[in-house]
């Protein structure tokens, strides 16, 4: 399929090598818990993918980054979901690096890209009217920086994170609270791994339960975000839209596997396969869009409210797709390898990623009749 030879190509110039070495390891594998796609990601320098070359990172733009989580995610589900947690975090620090040149979040993703680091997240991503740094850790002052407190579940990467970032609120002496990015490291004391995703549908993306219990963070690896709101307001729009564009093209890389399967044993009739592809092209020209979006600085309410519009109609779009390249594939394929079932259940997941359907109709409603959004 031309699209997704187009979109392996771009993750081949960016990540070589990469897709190769998941192709010798059968999905099974892939998408079980004990996955070597991770660590296949670490060595071929994925953390680096979506860093600005400034910071020593890789340069992928939206559409670059749209189009290689789209490739990922058609060999292997659970990495492409899992990683886009940590895109999403170090888009959040990059932005913000951008309004502190020289501070600790330009350092810190500086080494994330130079030393291949995975960062979890611990951010309040996706969910309406709660921007990315309210907080979602308590913050205890002592001698030397603050001891924190709070879990995260599910958090993606929870056995392979090298860091996890999560907002907490630093109490001032006027009874105030500052705003603050924790830069909390895997093998710090009191920092914990829980099971808690039970299912075996993206089992590889290691989503599990991370507690942060009266853990120790010196001062110094706090990114304090002393803006003005409107900035702040901005940087958690892109940090939200950045989120949606990536989650959403891991999904659109599930389908695509299945649909690819339909196109090289040319089951159904012309017609049939021909509507499957429109289909799944619209959904990537949805996406398309919402990149340009990110490229052209567009971080407002209304952006991001787009951003969600084609997120939604994007899973509709996947939905039923997925079914219909399971039904075209038939019966007999659907026995004999478990690939089928595997990517047709995987597929219906982004429904359950924040924010719910349910949980943006007011929003979207104020938006549509001029109202103020509050998204952010």
């Given at each position: 399929m031309r699209p997704l030879d187009d979109a392996r190509q771009t993750c081949e110039?960016?990540?070589?090598?990469?897709?190769?070495?998941?192709?010798?390891?059968?999905?099974?594998?892939?998408?079980?818990?004990?996955?070597?796609?991770i660590d296949a990601f670490r060595r071929h320098n994925g953390p680096a993918l979506v860093i600005p070359k400034q910071y020593g990172g890789l340069g992928a733009d939206p559409l670059q980054a749209l189009a290689t989580t789209r490739a990922l995610a058609c060999a292997a589900?659970?990495?492409?979901?899992?990683?886009?947690?940590?895109?999403?975090?170090?888009?959040t620090l990059f932005n913000l690096a951008d309004s502190d040149p020289g501070g600790l979040s330009s350092l810190f993703v500086q080494t994330v890209a130079e030393e291949h680091l995975l960062i979890a997240s611990g951010f309040s991503e996706g969910n309406p009217?709660?921007?990315i740094f309210s907080p979602t850790m308590k913050a205890k002052p002592c001698e030397g920086g603050y001891v924190l407190n709070g879990t995260k579940k599910p958090c993606s990467l929870s056995r392979s994170m090298d860091m996890l970032t999560a907002s907490v609120a630093i109490p001032r002496n006027d009874g105030g609270r500052d705003l603050a990015v924790a830069l909390i490291p895997r093998d710090s004391e009191g920092l914990s791994v829980h099971p808690f995703w039970s299912s075996w549908a993206l089992a590889g993306a290691e989503s599990d339960e991370v507690r942060v219990t009266d853990v120790f963070v010196q001062d110094e690896l706090l990114v304090r975000t002393e803006l003005e709101e409107e900035r702040l307001s901005s940087l958690q729009t892109v940090g939200l839209i950045w989120f949606e564009l990536l989650i959403s093209a891991s999904y659109l890389g599930i389908a695509s596997a299945l649909a690819e399967r339909v196109w090289q044993a040319e089951r159904g009739g012309a017609t049939e396969r021909a509507q499957l592809f429109t289909r799944l092209e619209s959904a990537t020209l949805?996406?398309?869009?919402?990149?340009?979006?990110?490229?052209?600085?567009?971080?407002?309410?209304?952006a991001l409210t787009k951003s969600l519009i084609a997120r939604y109609a994007v899973q509709d779009?996947?939905?039923?797709?997925?079914?219909?390249?399971?039904?075209?594939?038939?019966?007999?394929?659907?026995?004999?390898?478990?690939?089928?079932?595997?990517?047709?259940?995987?597929?219906t997941a982004l429904s359950f990623h924040p924010p719910s359907r349910s949980a943006f109709t007011e929003p979207l409603l104020?938006?549509?009749a001029k109202r103020p959004v509050g998204l952010s």
């Open positions: 110039t960016f990540l070589p090598g990469l897709l190769k070495e998941l192709g010798t390891v059968p999905l099974t594998l892939l998408e079980s818990s004990d996955s070597p796609a589900p659970s990495l492409a979901v899992g990683t886009t947690m940590h895109h999403f975090s170090a888009a009217g709660q921007g949805l996406l398309e869009s919402v990149a340009r979006m990110i490229i052209a600085g567009e971080a407002d309410d209304a779009i996947l939905g039923d797709t997925s079914r219909k390249a399971a039904e075209l594939l038939g019966g007999m394929a659907f026995i004999k390898s478990p690939d089928v079932a595997y990517l047709t259940a995987a597929c104020d938006y549509v």
